[in-house]
């Protein structure tokens, strides 16, 4: 089952306004880019956030623990007049990733940047519209690619809560190997008001396959199963691991359980099949 609720969503038309919010003062490392540098150029500061994170809970997102507010720079919240219905990553001034079955559309949804507390009316955020929307060419439902880039009306400023993600070259992790998830999800009992985090271990393909048979592919990494897993509205957010302090994003949040059983696995668009398209399609665009 797909994990967002953008199915759910009535439709209007806002244009292509940019909603721009107050800025931090002091902004951190505000990083320019050429449009036509592919994504592997991104600034070597990637995937460092400036606020660090702390992972105390490690077993559940399900019932999981509570991020330090800014600590994931990289998330971002996809939404529709106000609602969010799916996560997304930074990954250059101009240009999210997020899961295809989200199905993002420019002139009506907004990408917000640097969210923690979706409650909250003093953060300081930067809420842009989208420019274009790239979907993966072998997206066609579960079981194909489920990645999707946009690309933003006006760039993000980079600082201490915004900041990209590196993307992964390599994902020949052992099982068991400790990823990391977050988003604004289902809990327990309802969905996140503030921004949610697990550590997970990575699943071999063949265990998720003996779950969810071959609907499992080379497209996907699998994760979970051990108490923790993703769940309805972490839809096209970050999977990431930490290789010497950086942390790279080797998937994107696409489909699981219905239920978000923590007891089985969950299947992530992989980062290293897709690389290449996203690179070309940066470039190209």
């Given at each position: 089952m797909h994990l967002g609720y953008k199915n759910l969503k009535k439709k209007f038309s806002l244009g292509t306004e940019i909603f721009l919010c107050t800025q931090e003062e002091q902004d951190f490392g505000i990083i320019v880019y050429d449009d036509l540098k592919v994504a592997k150029e991104v600034e070597k500061?990637?995937?460092?956030?400036?606020?660090?994170?702390?992972?105390?809970?490690?077993?559940?997102?399900?019932?999981?623990?509570?991020?330090?507010?800014?600590?994931?720079?990289?998330?971002?919240?996809?939404q529709y007049f106000g609602s969010h219905y799916c996560g997304g990553s930074i990954i250059n001034e101009n240009w999210i990733v997020t899961a295809a079955h989200c199905d993002p559309r420019p002139n009506s949804d907004v990408v917000v940047i640097g969210e923690h507390d979706r409650s909250s009316d003093k953060e300081q955020l930067q809420i842009i519209a989208i420019e274009a929307v790239f979907v993966h060419p072998e997206w066609n439902g579960i079981g194909s690619t489920d990645v999707t880039l946009v690309k933003l009306v006006s760039p993000i400023q980079f600082n201490q809560r915004a900041s990209p993600v590196c993307l992964a070259t390599e994902d020949n992790f052992?099982?068991?190997?400790?990823?990391?998830?977050?988003?604004?999800?289902?809990?327990?009992?309802?969905?996140?008001?503030?921004?949610?985090?697990?550590?997970?271990?990575?699943?071999?393909?063949?265990?998720?396959?003996?779950?969810?048979?071959?609907?499992v592919n080379d497209s996907?990494?699998?994760?979970?199963?051990?108490?923790?897993?993703?769940?309805?509205?972490?839809?096209?957010?970050?999977?990431?691991?930490?290789?010497?302090e950086v942390w790279n994003l080797v998937g994107i949040v696409s489909w699981g359980s219905s239920s978000c059983n923590v007891e089985l696995p969950a299947a992530y668009a992989r980062i290293t099949y897709a690389r290449g398209w996203i690179e070309e399609t940066i470039a190209a665009n």
């Amino acid at each position: 089952m797909h994990l967002g609720y953008k199915n759910l969503k009535k439709k209007f038309s806002l244009g292509t306004e940019i909603f721009l919010c107050t800025q931090e003062e002091q902004d951190f490392g505000i990083i320019v880019y050429d449009d036509l540098k592919v994504a592997k150029e991104v600034e070597k500061d990637c995937g460092v956030p400036a606020i660090t994170p702390e992972l105390n809970n490690l077993q559940r997102i399900i019932n999981g623990e509570e991020a330090i507010s800014g600590s994931w720079p990289w998330q971002v919240s996809l939404q529709y007049f106000g609602s969010h219905y799916c996560g997304g990553s930074i990954i250059n001034e101009n240009w999210i990733v997020t899961a295809a079955h989200c199905d993002p559309r420019p002139n009506s949804d907004v990408v917000v940047i640097g969210e923690h507390d979706r409650s909250s009316d003093k953060e300081q955020l930067q809420i842009i519209a989208i420019e274009a929307v790239f979907v993966h060419p072998e997206w066609n439902g579960i079981g194909s690619t489920d990645v999707t880039l946009v690309k933003l009306v006006s760039p993000i400023q980079f600082n201490q809560r915004a900041s990209p993600v590196c993307l992964a070259t390599e994902d020949n992790f052992p099982a068991g190997t400790q990823l990391v998830t977050t988003g604004w999800g289902r809990t327990a009992y309802e969905s996140a008001i503030r921004l949610q985090q697990v550590a997970l271990p990575l699943v071999s393909e063949e265990v998720c396959k003996a779950q969810w048979g071959d609907t499992v592919n080379d497209s996907m990494i699998c994760g979970g199963a051990a108490g923790a897993s993703s769940c309805h509205g972490d839809s096209g957010g970050p999977l990431v691991i930490k290789i010497n302090e950086v942390w790279n994003l080797v998937g994107i949040v696409s489909w699981g359980s219905s239920s978000c059983n923590v007891e089985l696995p969950a299947a992530y668009a992989r980062i290293t099949y897709a690389r290449g398209w996203i690179e070309e399609t940066i470039a190209a665009n």
